[in-house]
């Protein structure tokens, strides 16, 4: 609760604050002020602290002991103090009887101020006043009632009913004064409830990112479980080799038994590719299959840590008795973004033909990078010719060429991932990585190539298709 206006009559009593001097203004918080003031004989060496709160349901003003916590910046009505104010003294303090509004009498030079502390519980204010009751500024800005620079503020003037004599003192027996008590009970009051306050938040945030990673654990456990029960492709590429005399050219399907003898497998295959690239084909399925599963793994492992980690903290919030219990325990990580395909350590799409591997920027920024970190002087580089698009780069056996097989495939995605590809076919000009040139003031991802060559593409559907469905990004 507000402190009635005995207890303020009390308080100003017992800090007598006529002839201190005001050294600094703190402002903890939104809703409090402090009064730093020097006063031979009151507190250690004469230095007081004046709390005022503004705080709905505990508007008040005592003496403090304790440390000021800042929790924000200066605000506007603390500097104008400061520049107003500070270093000048104080005349008197007094209350208009019964109404819990304190004037606190202040000397600037040859000019009279008052700071006008109104302690109403549900409309506290301090207001900066001249003489003549003229408003320099206040603490909360309020037109409505006239609380604004300009304004007037003239409390004496006005008519009150007359104090409520029902209105007492606590029994402060065992305390050095009154202020001491008020000080004790609401540091104590508002220590709990800050206690309350951050444990309600910390806890709920905890228990809500524990939920949410048992939830995207459930997922992945149940979608791994499925995956294991499901019949495997892995000897599909082995069931191809082994009927290769099976298969002639131009076929689209392979019928043949599985290795146990007891089921007949229909198996699709790509008639534009010899049977052992379509044995490839499905070798890389898998590599690329068992390379997802291998991360499936590797992020319900990261996921179980954390959701055990989630659910230590979630079980030390709620066994915290006061607030350093709740020191150590910190906020649950923010929602993570993805990151963009150019800040990857891994950009580009990677496609595999015959003994060669190739690697295709999709935009200016993938390209770049790929050119500047991975791309090797003696890989090939393949784009579309006159038209911007991404950059496709060949790597494969040591000192050798690539065959016109693995260029096809790589001009076709170089068409594919251009603006070319609207247009059915076009030039692709090729040459290797060391004879690629950055322009100074280019553009990200242009280069200048010398020593190149042309190749011209016609888009082929099917290869594409070869091409998009075996890659791994």
């Not at 409505?144 to 004496?156: C, I, N, Y």
């Not at 993805?338 to 200016?364: D, L, T, V």
């Amino acid at each position: 609760m507000s402190l009635n206006w005995r207890e303020i009559d009390q308080i100003l009593t017992e800090l007598e604050l006529s002839g201190g001097f005001i050294q600094n203004i703190i402002q903890p918080d939104y809703s409090s002020l402090v009064l730093e003031l020097f006063k031979p004989g009151k507190g250690p060496r004469g230095r007081l602290g004046l709390y005022i709160s503004l705080k709905q349901g505990k508007t008040r003003l005592h003496r403090i002991t304790g440390k000021v916590k800042r929790q924000i910046k200066l605000q506007r009505f603390s500097q104008l103090l400061r520049s107003r104010i500070k270093g000048c003294r104080i005349l008197d303090a007094r209350q208009v009887p019964g109404q819990r509004l304190v004037e606190i009498q202040i000397l600037q030079g040859d000019e009279t101020l008052s700071l006008w502390l109104r302690l109403w519980g549900n409309a506290g204010n301090i207001i900066l006043c001249r003489e003549t009751g003229e408003i320099i500024d206040a603490f909360y800005r309020r037109p409505a009632r006239g609380e604004v620079s300009g304004g007037s503020f003239l409390p004496w003037q006005e008519e009150y009913q007359e104090p409520d004599a029902r209105f007492s003192l606590e029994d402060y027996s065992g305390h050095r004064d009154y202020n001491s008590l008020v000080e004790e009970l609401y540091t104590r009051q508002e220590t709990e409830e800050a206690f309350r306050q951050k444990r309600n938040e910390l806890l709920n945030r905890w228990r809500r990112y524990s939920s949410s990673l048992r939830g995207r654990l459930n997922g992945l456990e149940a979608a791994a479980a499925r995956e294991e029960n499901l019949p495997g492709e892995e000897s599909t590429g082995d069931l191809i080799l082994a009927n290769l005399h099976r298969i002639k050219p131009g076929d689209r399907w392979l019928e043949a038994e599985d290795f146990s003898g007891k089921k007949t497998l229909q198996i699709p295959l790509d008639p534009a590719l010899s049977p052992q690239e379509n044995a490839q084909r499905y070798f890389n399925l898998r590599k690329k299959e068992e390379r997802r599963r291998k991360r499936a793994l590797e992020e319900i492992n990261d996921i179980r840590r954390e959701a055990d980690q989630a659910e230590h903290f979630v079980d030390t919030c709620e066994k915290a008795r006061e607030l350093a219990d709740l020191e150590g325990i910190p906020g649950p990580p923010e929602k993570r973004s993805r990151k963009p395909a150019e800040e990857s350590s891994r950009p580009g799409a990677y496609f595999f033909s015959r003994e060669w591997q190739i690697i295709a920027g999709r935009n200016a920024r993938e390209s770049d990078k790929l050119l500047r970190e991975w791309a090797r002087g003696n890989d090939y580089w393949v784009h579309a010719r006159d038209y911007p698009g991404g950059h496709i780069f060949l790597r494969g056996p040591k000192g050798k060429s690539p065959p016109l097989e693995v260029l096809l495939d790589a001009g076709n995605l170089a068409l594919h991932y251009s603006k070319a590809r609207r247009g059915g076919g076009g030039d692709c000009y090729y040459t290797q990585v060391k004879y690629l040139r950055r322009p100074r003031e280019g553009k990200t991802g242009t280069v200048l190539p010398t020593q190149e060559k042309n190749l011209a593409i016609s888009m082929d559907e099917d290869r594409l298709r070869r091409l998009l469905e075996g890659h791994d990004s």
